[in-house]
């Protein structure tokens, strides 16, 4: 039977760090690391997102602010709003909530986050520093799988690591973190054939496509390790992850639950990025002062 990999748990584990952190920061520079999140419109999911948000940042001493626009907003405002937010010297990260409403486009909006402001890891010079094995803000959920997995102390090198799943947040930036500890990844996605015989030979389970229990209990390699980043709600408003858990469970040495596993590390690791990008707005200036 697998052991639960409680994203709480580990992500409580790392903000109690953070706040240490956070407070040496302050000490040293006499300002806090800020958050500005932007929250187009009255999606309610969104809302409760961000509140968690700007709650998780004042828990750790990180200065907070949320900006509410219309879900009528052009295009224009909204980027206008985000130069304003890349000049502001208190603010050090910067978010804007999915889903954003139809009429604004997202590419723009990621292509208008200073890459030095982008916690989300979002921008393609981030995504190209990842790809080149640079320095880099990193894409906050699949940068909390890498830290559950330093949590079991599990070793990469040498593992088959299938990723199902290529989205730009989560798929494609995790199997550039699995290979950098020299995991061999495959990629597999909705035009992949055999998709059953790819995942029965991983040693480390991805599962982020959004489909209800798309990966079977059967499928899993015993002793796998299986991280799912699924949030699935089913008719009857129970929710499940990606992976058909309970068979899961029985074949793999660690499993992440859902709810309580990926979701919780990533709002720990927006913090973590938060204080990074703080972290380098201070250098920066010692080096223009010098």
Known sequence: MAQILDGKKIGDKIRDQLSSDVKAF????GYAPGLAVILVGDNEASKIYVRNKTQACEKVGIHGEQINLPEDVSAEHLLEKIDE???????????VQLPLPKALSHLDVVLRVSPDKDVDGLHPLNMGRLVTGRPCLRSCTPAG????LESIDYKLEGKLAVVVGRSNIVGKPIGMMLLEKNATVTYCHSRTPDLAEKVKMADVVVAAVGVPELVKGAWIKPGAVVLDVGINRLAGGKLVGDVEFAPAAERASYITPVPGGVGPMTITML?????EAAKNFAESKSHVAS
């Open 145 to 148: 799988m890498m830290k559950m």
């Open 85 to 95: 937010i890349n000049a502001d010297p208190k603010i050090h990260g910067l978010l």
């Open 271 to 275: 913090l973590w990025n938060t204080l």
């Open 26 to 29: 302050m000490e040293r520079h």
